[in-house]
């Protein structure tokens, strides 16, 4: 693994960081809902006018056709500049476009991904659902084939986003005789047809975009399967790998500009004996430190997964050692963050105090820890069942 960066690389960060410090939004950015969803849309518009959308998607898609270590260097300058993140973008952006890239047909790719870049339409994902969450391959949301559609009935759980997005990315049953991981059919989903019902469910941290959906008879084309009926496993675990692995280089840098916010805060707020600021308080200042250190070894983990995933189609298992070191240690940090702001401050609007309610879904989202920690173990170490 070669860390050194050529010139060109060297020329495209400061490309990057001279864009991104005249175009990052700097006004406030909505809580959530369509006005959240139509600022999003507005600012990927913004990056894609100018020729920052998919900087590591095929040009003829739209996007920029660069590197995995050049998508690096857009994510670590992105943060660095405080750019927002892709919340209601980020399926479209991050593991379903590239599915669609590497799985879909000409023609699906031809009218999706285009439209995911532009901003133009909001994604979110059918997978999970009550009883069938990390355990996915227990799903039971029924498609029965009806001529030249398929007729899905069922239900959906964690749909971020579901009740703005215009598609989606669903997992469906259409064999229920068939063995657990097969008789699955990856399919485009749109959700704006009838018989689909959308429930919105308020999280902990406040916000509602965490959703439940119903499909009572919905009629979805067969040109709307990805790969073939009853492969859909193979699809989703492709879906998957991108979900544990590139999906989430944007938080794995973003969570060393956080560790290095809350050093800044740690010097200024009043530490636990009431006299000296919070980083002299020995406790406080040895775990800035660790995660400062771990932080590090994050991003070395980071840099070894984009050179092996810039020799294959997609990440391998070993994207699960990111997922699971990623999720975890972002719950750590998110738990000193009250530790260093103090509880004078224990409210939801806080940023510090939404991130740390928001960060018991880490160890969830993707699979839980106790999945990656499985697939690590058989896939990765080679270790038996």
């Not at 005249?22 to 913004?46: K, Y």
């Not at 498609?143 to 959906?156: H, M, P, S």
């Not at 775990?287 to 840099?303: D, G, H, I, N, Q």
């Not at 990623?326 to 510090?352: C, F, H, K, M, P």
């Amino acid at each position: 693994m070669d860390l050194d960066y050529t010139h060109a690389e060297l020329d495209f960060r400061e490309e990057v960081r001279t864009w991104l410090a005249a175009n990052t939004p700097r006004d406030t950015r909505p809580p959530g809902g369509q006005e959240l969803r139509a600022w999003e849309c507005a600012w990927q518009r913004r990056q894609f006018d100018a020729g920052w959308a998919g900087v590591s998607w095929p040009r003829e898609y739209g996007g920029r056709g660069l590197s995995l270590i050049e998508l690096m260097i857009w994510y670590e300058e992105y943060a660095r500049a405080g750019a927002p993140p892709a919340t209601m973008m980020f399926v479209g952006l991050n593991h379903g476009g590239p599915t669609l890239i590497a799985r879909a047909d000409e023609q699906q790719k031809a009218y999706h991904l285009p439209r995911i870049l532009r901003g133009d339409v909001v994604w979110c994902q059918g997978f999970s659902e009550p009883g069938a969450g990390s355990d996915l391959a227990s799903l039971r949301t029924r498609a029965v084939i009806d001529g030249d559609e398929l007729v899905v009935t069922g239900q959906k759980i964690w749909t971020s986003n579901a009740d703005v997005a215009e598609w989606q990315e669903l997992l469906v049953r259409t064999d229920p005789d068939a063995p657990r991981h097969k008789g699955i059919t990856w399919v485009i989903c749109d959700m704006r047809a009838p018989g689909i019902e959308v429930r919105p469910i308020e999280t902990l941290s406040g916000g509602a975009h965490f959703c439940e959906v119903f499909y009572d008879e919905v009629r979805i084309p067969l040109p709307n399967v990805v790969g073939r009926i009853n492969d859909g496993w193979s699809v989703a675990m492709s879906t998957l790998s991108f979900e544990r692995g590139t999906a989430f280089l944007a938080s794995q840098v973003e969570l060393a500009r956080t560790v290095e916010d809350l050093i800044d805060v740690a010097r200024e707020r009043t530490g636990p004996d009431g006299r000296r600021p919070a980083i002299a308080d020995d406790e406080i200042a040895h775990r800035l430190a660790t995660a400062r250190a771990e932080v590090a070894a994050l991003r070395a983990m980071t840099y070894a997964a984009v050179s092996r995933a810039a020799r294959a189609d997609q990440p391998g298992p070993e994207a699960s050692l990111l997922r699971v070191f990623y999720s975890e240690l972002y719950q750590r940090v998110a738990a000193l963050a009250l530790d260093v702001v103090g509880a004078e401050i224990l409210d939801a609007s806080n940023t510090w105090v939404s991130g740390y309610l928001g960060s018991f879904q880490a160890t969830i989202a993707a699979g839980t820890k106790d999945i990656q920690r499985n697939i690590i173990g058989e896939r990765v170490l080679g270790l038996p069942r």
